[in-house]
């Protein structure tokens, strides 16, 4: 059974960093590529970044780019999203999610982990 399991969010304030983790098991992971997605209150769920098997191709949304950075490591199936300089519109559940390779579907999805940004 494939479970995905985020950790890390809470509430921080504008300006302020933030780091996402997701334990992965059930699947190997290093075949997997891993993605965030969030969901902020009353909008549709988004893509926030990507990052290949190898960990060595990554890409992000426009609006978290050079303020949020993806990374994983394979020995431990994780996937971690570094969270820098806050905004109040960053305020989502976060989801990690895996995929069977860069550009097919997300096929599983964890739970999802609450981050508030107060202004």
């Known amino acids: 059974q494939v479970q995905l399991v985020e950790f890390g969010g809470g509430l921080v304030q504008a300006g302020g960093s933030l780091r996402l983790s997701c334990a992965a098991s059930?699947?190997?992971?290093?075949?997997?590529?891993m993605g965030w997605f969030r969901q902020g209150p009353g909008k549709e769920r988004e893509f926030v970044a990507a990052?290949?098997?190898?960990?060595?191709?990554?890409r992000y949304a426009d609006s978290v780019k050079d303020r949020f950075t993806i990374s994983r490591d394979n020995a431990k199936s994780t996937v971690y999203l570094q969270m820098n300089s806050l905004k109040p519109e960053d305020t989502a559940v976060y989801y990690c999610a895996a995929a069977v390779a860069w550009n097919s579907e997300y096929k599983y999805w964890g739970q999802g982990t609450q981050v508030t940004v107060s202004s």
């Open positions: 059930g699947l190997t992971f290093r075949a997997y590529t």
């Open positions: 990052i290949i098997e190898s960990g060595g191709v990554t």
